[in-house]
Every structure is written in C-alpha cells, then in structure tokens.
C-alpha cells in the first residue's frame, strides 16, 4: 500500500519584515506641516475633522493640508505628494 503525504500549510506570517521599524517621531508638531488622509470610511470624515478641531486649539502647525482617497478599498493614489509635502500625517479610518 502506498503511504500518502498531506502537505499542512501553516497561515501564520511575519507581522513585519525584519528590517522594518516605525518612523521619527518629531519632538513638536509646532511649524509642520500636517497632512490629512481620509480613507471615506463611514465617519472618517467627521472624526478627522474632529481631530483637527481638537489639535486646532493644542498645536501650532505651518499648515494642514487634507487629502482623501477616492473610496475605502482603493489605495491612497497620492503617497508621493504626501509624503513630500507633509512633515506628519494623520490617516483616519472611520466605522
């Protein structure tokens, strides 16, 4: 009789590569420039709002500059631009 092999795949995956790390954080948001991303989830709109009501009243920033992205699933088409021209960037997620 022939012996049959079950191959098991295992799901499980690296969080992150390696080499991966979280960015600089800057010591003050005061003079930088902010950006905004809204991803259109339901209430991502309202709650990014909200938060720049809130930071309004706490931080100095140069300026807030608002981007979003044409619907939840879609990728942000724009990274480079924002990248570029923010210091930080808030990327709010609604539901």
């Known amino acids: 009789m022939a012996v049959k092999t079950i191959r098991v795949l295992s799901p499980a995956g690296r969080a992150a590569p390696p080499d991966a790390h979280i960015a600089a954080r800057p010591s003050s948001v005061d003079g ?3 950006g905004i991303l809204d991803n259109k989830k339901e209430n991502a709109t309202a709650l990014l ?13 140069k300026e807030v500059l608002y ?15 924002i990248s570029a021209r923010c210091d930080l960037v808030i990327n709010g997620v609604g539901h």
């Open 32 to 34: 930088k420039v902010l």
């Open 49 to 61: 709002d909200a938060v720049k009501e809130i930071l309004g009243g706490r931080v100095k920033v």
């Open 67 to 81: 981007f979003s992205k044409d619907f939840p699933s879609a990728p942000a088409r724009n990274l480079e631009e």
